[in-house]
Each structure stands twice: as C-alpha cells, then as structure tokens.
C-alpha cells in the first residue's frame, strides 16, 4: 500500500476535532497544467483547475471547430489527445482499469485485455462453493486508505465516487493482540487514545501526539515530494524546492534511518513500539529494516482513517469497471498477452539518447496468436514480470532489465485463510493484528519451514473480521474470518532452505503447520478452539498468488519497498542515475504494485495519475 498524502491546507486534522500545526506552509499540492501547441494548432489546449477538478478542453480549431467541454468526455462529441488513437491495456488490476477510463476520456480506443475471467486482479471479495455459501471473503484489499485518492480517479473523468462507491469508517481502526494476550486500539478520538496510551506508560499520550504530528508530516511533505512528482534522479534528493518543506518538518535523520529508532525515541513499552510500527507488513519491510518515514502508514489510519466499501472490495473493483465502461473503454477477458510488439525506427536512439532503445511499441500479440496494433501499450500486470515474460522484441536491454529486477528484494508472500465460523469472534474488531511477543524476532526470517511455525513460537499475522461492519458478509451468528499469515516468497524460502540445509517442504505442510500456529494462538488468547466453528475453509497459497494474478515469487505486495527500491530507485521510469537506467521504449508504459509509486491500491491509482499525465504530454506532442 499504502502510503499516501492528503491533499489538504496547512493544517492535517488528526480525527475528531484535533488539528496538527505545521512548522511550514503546503506546497506543491494543487497544480495548475496549461498545455498549448500553437505552432501546429493541432494539439489541444486544456487547463486543470487549481481543484484538480474542472478542466476544458479546447481541440484543434483546423481539425475539428472549436469546441469545448468541461471535464468528464461521456456522450460529448469532442476530440481530445487520444482521438484517432488506439491504446492497449495489459491487464485489469486496479491500475489497468483506472487507466483505462482516464485514456477513454482523452479520447483513446482503449481495449483492456485481461487474462483472468473477471477483472479487480488482486481487489476483490470472493464467496467460496462447497459448503462456504453465503459468506463473502475480501481475498485481497481490505482496508481501504486515503479515500481521496479514490475519490480523485473518479473526480478526474468527471464523475463522482459517491455514484459509483459507498464508503464507512471503520471505528476503531485496528485492534492489536500482543503475545502476552493484552490488546490496544488505534483510536481515532486522540484524547481516548492518549488515555488508553497513559495507561501503559506514563506521558506516552503526551508522546504520541508529539509522534503523529511528525509522522503525518511526513505524509504529507513526503508524498508532495516524491509520490506525486515522479523522481527520477538523485538529483531529485537534493532538490531544495522537492525535499526542503520535507526537511524541515521532520528531523531527516529519522527519516532514514530504521523505523524501530525512531519509536524508540518515543516510547519504553515493546508494546507501544509495536503499534505504530507493524504497518510496515503493507510494503514487504520489517520496523527494523524500514526507513523511519514509513510512520507516514500509521499516520494515515490514525489521521485520514480506515475505511470499508460497502458491499466489499469487489465495489472496488466493480466501481472501477463501471467508471472505464462509462468512458468507453472494453474490456476483453480471457485474453493473456504473450509479448508486447515493437519495431526499430531509425534515427530515433539518437535523437533521444539517454537509455532509448530505438524502439517504439506497435501493439500486442496475445496467447491465442491474435496480434492487436496500437499507438499506446499500457502494461499492468506485476513489473518484474512484464520484463521477464512480454518484451523479447526489445532484445539486450529487457533482458538485462529482466535479470536487474530478478535480483531485488521482494516483499513477502503470504498463506490466506478463508475460514466460515458458524460463531462471532466477541473480542475482536473489524481489523486485528496479532503480535509475536518475540517482536523483532518475528520479522526476520520469514517462516520458510514447518519447524518455523512449531510452539511456542508466535507470529505476526492480520485477521479481518467484517461482520463487526456489514452483518451482511455471513449468514446470521457467523462470520467470515481472513487471516494473512506473512510466509517468505518463494524464492526467498528456496534460498532460507538451502542455507539452513533442509528440503524445501510442500505447500500442504507449510499450510498445516500455520493453521496449527494460528489455532493455537486464537486458543491461548482465549477466543476458543476456532476448529470447532469452521465450517469451511479455502486458502492461498503463495504459488497461487504467482499463478492466479502473474506475480513474481508470489510476493504478493511486489517489489518491497526498502531506500533503494523507492522513489527514482524503483522501476520503471528512465532515470538519471547511469547505473539504474531503465530501457525507454516509446509509447510503453507501466502502472501497478511494483512500479512507482508502489503497493496498494491508492499508490496505484496515484501512479496512474502520473503516467496518464505523461502519456497526455508524449501523444500531445507526438
Ligand atoms: C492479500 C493482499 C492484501 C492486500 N491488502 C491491501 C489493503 O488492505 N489495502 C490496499 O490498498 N492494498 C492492499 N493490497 C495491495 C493491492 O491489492 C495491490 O497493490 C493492488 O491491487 C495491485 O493492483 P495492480 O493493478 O498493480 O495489480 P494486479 O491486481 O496484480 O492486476 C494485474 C492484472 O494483470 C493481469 N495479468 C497478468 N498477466 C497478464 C497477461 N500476460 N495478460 C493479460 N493480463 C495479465 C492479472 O490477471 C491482473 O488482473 C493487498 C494485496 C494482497 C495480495
């Protein structure tokens, strides 16, 4: 995920009532984009007001009349910079599909090819066959953070999320279940948790407040920063104008250095240590590998809050689908894409320099042989893969792309379960964390064998509890519990197992051994023999993750997110840093987890933003 900003004024409102002050005034936030090619008069003029929200578009006046529109294209006869332009969108994850509606509002004839039999990829709920009827399961997505980023991809056709999507705040956030059987709340109301903090260790209340002020400041600057401009080189990280409002409002050095640091600045208690840090599970990190800026994760469920779709996360996707539909985009499903095609064009490695590969991408080939021609090849699927699998035509570059990213660090992977209880679980929330009470023992390695999950060991794992919002995801005195058990990726577990000099054990004992550790920990911490009230249950393994959505060693929360995976150092935009070069093939583009921004479905859709106004800038030139 799942870190974001909040486009907001000077000051950010920690939940109900309290405001932050910042040390320095809101930069960067709204923007003004003024497009105009007279020289050609064939290239539209378009202005985005300072809300982000009207914008007219004034076309060609040689081409088409001067006509103009205010922003949303739907049942408009105008031109925009895609028209007469076709675009293909590799994949319908949440990236693909908002992609989709922003370059069918331009005007582009986007074709979304999907090679699943429904759309969402990772977001969505699902309801198992077999005895688990009637109980509705978000299998991917289940917090849904920062609701301004989804409210603004719908803002930016011109429609309103609230037509397509309804949203509740899920209150309180979070429980968190420490090892020693004793739970905290991320609270909402400051002055409740300052209280509920106070109780644990003297003056952490007043602590806490002096934390999240930071924390949320480095939201706020560090999204201005790096997230909604894209970064593409160190220069970047010396860019006074980019990095000095960040610089000022939070110490630096605690920035950088590990998130564990900088709690224990903080904070005596493992335990209130642990609350604000174990948010780091989101991007593949650990408290103690994760630079300190990734408070801004905690920051955004205390101060924007956590939300629920209603209905589940398929409204997501579903409200994402509707929103490309309306726009004109199809989708076509079952249709996998095997290579993305390009060709050479002469002169222009030359005329671009830089890392170009003279090559500009001509449409797709899918699986079935078809071959689709298109201007613009937008590609969402998990990146690592796209370079591994789809771009043979771009030869030694790719490859050695390829081989790059096959070498980074990858986030987890995890073994989901879906279990029907014919009970409530009484003692917990909507959203649940259990905590090892080895906490920094936990996180490092990841389970990679079945002894890792023997007792007493504990673990760290997420349990999401819905009916304690929408009655209506179980039949009634049920419920439909998930649990995320992080496990390592696969290729991390391959390697755990050869340096400890064990076989790599099956995916079937994996899972029983966690199913054991689990059961027991609910057992020990007195919510009951949870065996006793299953009465269905389907699970994920991590080669499933790689198999069902194409994810590279099943790290379901792709690429991770450590310094040198972020911002310019993370895939796949040309950067200025020789060694990190990417491969720039004209007209590709690539949105999604493992690109910038990163993982979780607001950066995602954060991303798009970013490359649509790319790809607007490069056809609006073209
Ligand atoms: C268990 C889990 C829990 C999560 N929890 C949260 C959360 O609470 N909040 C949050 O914000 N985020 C969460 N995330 C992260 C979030 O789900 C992802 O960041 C986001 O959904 C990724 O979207 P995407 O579009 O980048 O990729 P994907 O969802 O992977 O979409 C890519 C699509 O491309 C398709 N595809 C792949 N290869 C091909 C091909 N060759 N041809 C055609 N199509 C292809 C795939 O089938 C897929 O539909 C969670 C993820 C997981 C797995």
Known sequence: MWMDGREGGRHGRASDGLTIARTVPKVFVDRVAVMVSMATMSAPVRVQGKDGKRRLTITSARASGLVARTSGRANVACRGVGDGKTAIVV???????????????????????????????????????????????????????????????????????????????????????????????????????????????????????????????????????????DANSILDFVDLSRVGPLALAVNPVDLLLPQFNQMAKYFKDERLRALFSYQELYVGLSPYNAPGVFSLLAATELTDGVWYPKGGFTKVRESLNALADKKGAKVKLGSEVSEILTEEVSGLAESKGGSHTGRKVIGVRLASGEVMNADVVVANPDLPCVWDQMLDSVGEPAKKESEKWDDAEYSCSVIEFNWCLNKKLPDLLHHNVFLSSDYKGSWDPRPSTVDDFAAPRQHNFYCHNPVYTDETCAPEGGSSIMILLPVANIREQEKNCKKRGVPVPTEEEMVAAGREAILRRFKEAGHGDLSEMIVHESVTTPTEWREKFNIKHGAVFGLSHGLLQLAAFRPPVRTGIKQLDSPVVDGLHFVGASTRPGNGVPLV?????????AIMKEQSMA
């Not at 309103?160 to 739970?183: C, N, Q, W």
């Not at 859709?605 to 106004?613: D, I, R, S, W």
């Open 91 to 229: 994949g319908g994850g949440v990236g693909g599909l908002g992609m989709a509606s922003r370059l069918a509002n331009e005007g582009f004839d986007v074709t979304v090819l999907e090679k699943r039999e429904d759309v969402g990829g990772r977001c969505r709920s699902e309801e198992f066959a077999g005895g688990g009827e009637g109980y509705r399961f978000d299998t991917g997505p289940s917090l849904l953070l920062l609701p301004d980023r989804y409210r603004e991809q719908f803002e930016s056709v011109g429609e309103k999320m609230e037509d397509y999507l309804d949203i509740e705040r899920v209150d309180p956030a979070y429980r968190a279940h420490f090892g020693d059987h004793s739970t905290l709340d991320l609270l909402y109301d400051i002055e409740a948790m300052r209280k509920q903090l106070d109780d644990v260790e003297f003056g952490a209340g007043g602590k806490y407040i002096d934390w999240l002020g930071r924390a949320r400041a480095s939201l706020d600057y560090g999204v201005a920063a790096f997230i909604e401009r």
């Open 605 to 613: 859709l954060m991303g798009v933003k970013v490359v649509a106004e």
